[in-house]
Nanobody, 133 residues
Framework: QVQLVESGGGLVQAGGSLRLSCATL????????TGWFRQAPGKEREFVAS???????????YYGDSVKGRFTISRDNVKSTAYLQMNNLNPEDTAQYYC???????????????????????WGQGTQVTVSS
């Protein structure tokens, strides 16, 4: 049984940083896409970042417009753990953050960017990030 476990959320002041972790337990996948999404109260779930990977390789990273230049997604394939380094946080980043695991899809032009939550098969329970002004 696949389980995604997030950690690293918390309360931070504006301008601060946090690093979220997402460990994949139960099954070792050789390829995939790991994504981070967030949802604030009263708002729709928003794509934050994703990374495509296979065994020893990290292929591509993608970011939502609101976090580009501030957040960095990475994955340690040996530990089956993904990370989201969040810098220069602002109150608009306050949300429940979820990691998700989906397939590695390829097309003629390369690997497919999975931005829709429906593209992912497994989800973590979420971790709260609160940024105070």
């Amino acid at each position: 049984q696949v389980q995604l476990v997030e950690s690293g959320g918390g309360l931070v002041q504006a301008g601060g940083s946090l690093r979220l972790s997402c460990a994949t337990l139960g099954v070792v996948f050789s390829v995939g896409t790991t994504g981070w999404f967030r949802q604030a109260p009263g708002k729709e779930r928003e794509f934050v970042a994703s990374v495509t990977w296979s065994e020893d390789w990290i292929h591509n990273t993608y970011y939502g417009d609101s976090v580009k230049g501030r957040f960095t997604i990475s994955r340690d394939n040996v530990k089956s753990t993904a990370y989201l380094q969040m810098n220069n946080l602002n109150p608009e980043d306050t949300a429940q953050y979820y990691c998700a695991l989906g397939p590695l899809k390829s097309a003629r032009e390369g690997f497919v960017w999975l931005r829709d939550a429906n593209d992912y098969d497994y989800w973590g329970q979420g971790t709260q990030v609160t940024v105070s002004s």
